[in-house]
């Protein structure tokens, strides 16, 4: 992908001047206009489909965009699955799962709010089978990214990693999860926050009605230390 990626099965796209996509659309003047989108719309008409990243088969797939840009992906459900790598370096992975819910999804998921009373209708996020999110190079000298989950419910399962790096400004979370139920890591499942060199952590932020960390599973932030000229 050569640059940022925004993937959604909204029912519809929503722009700036409070029109949507099919509000664009006038056959008697057939004008194509170009306007940054706001949000993605959700109606409660038909549930939206599920985002899936990963191969049915064997063969581990990644999907990577370039350093510093965005992959995001809004979904009734969302699952990252078969030894699936979703990276973002030095940028932002950010997945959001609506399920049945009524809502509008902004654009940078992390100013979507969700409320304790969605738990019932909001989807279920999934990294799971030896899957990863991945905003964080392994390099002192270039920014790291973040990781933001908004969802009904997150599972991170069977050895599966979702890691974010230090903020360059030392603001804001790393890895951002808010959910309105439960967040589940399990089976040597590890969320990590990583800073390395003189780049400050954002570390790791988890919002829920409950998380249940078992089998080994871990959440952390680490430091890594570097030599000068490293």
């Known amino acids: ?22 509000d664009l659309v006038d056959a008697a003047s057939p004008i194509l ?4 989108p706001e949000a993605f719309g959700f109606d409660g008409r038909l549930p939206p489909a599920e985002v899936v990243f990963g191969n049915p088969g064997l063969s581990a ?45 902004p654009v940078d998921l992390a100013d979507f709010d969700v409320a ?16 990863t999110l991945d905003t964080a190079p392994f390099d002192p ?13 997150f599972v991170l399962d069977d050895r599966s990693l979702v890691r974010g790096g230090g903020r360059i400004d030392g603001t804001g979370a790393a890895v951002d999860v808010a959910v309105a139920d ?3 890591i399990s ?9 390395q060199g003189a780049l400050p952590s954002g570390g790791v932020r988890v919002r829920a009605g409950a998380i249940d960390v078992t089998d080994d599973s871990i959440v952390r932030s680490r430091v890594f230390a570097f030599a000068p000229g490293a």
């Not at 206009?33 to 940054?36: G, L, M």
């Not at 995001?72 to 969302?78: E, F, I, K, N």
């Not at 000298?141 to 419910?153: S, W």
């Open 187 to 195: 089976n040597r499942s590890e969320l990590r926050s990583e800073a």
């Open 33 to 36: 206009s170009v306007e940054p």
């Open 61 to 105: 797939k990644s999907y990577r965009v370039p350093d510093g840009e965005v992959l995001s992906a809004v979904g009734g459900d969302v699952r990252v699955s078969n030894r699936t790598r979703v990276q973002a370096f030095g940028g932002r992975v950010q997945l959001a799962a609506v399920g049945s819910a009524v809502t509008e999804v």
């Open 1 to 22: 992908v050569p640059r940022s990626l925004y993937v959604g099965t909204a029912h519809t796209l929503e722009f700036a001047n409070g029109s949507d996509a099919l």
């Open 141 to 153: 000298n270039v920014p790291q990214g973040t990781v933001v989950i908004r969802a009904g419910r």
């Open 182 to 184: 439960r967040v589940t």
């Open 116 to 131: 304790p009373d969605a738990a019932t209708s909001l989807g279920t996020v999934r990294v799971e089978t030896q899957s």
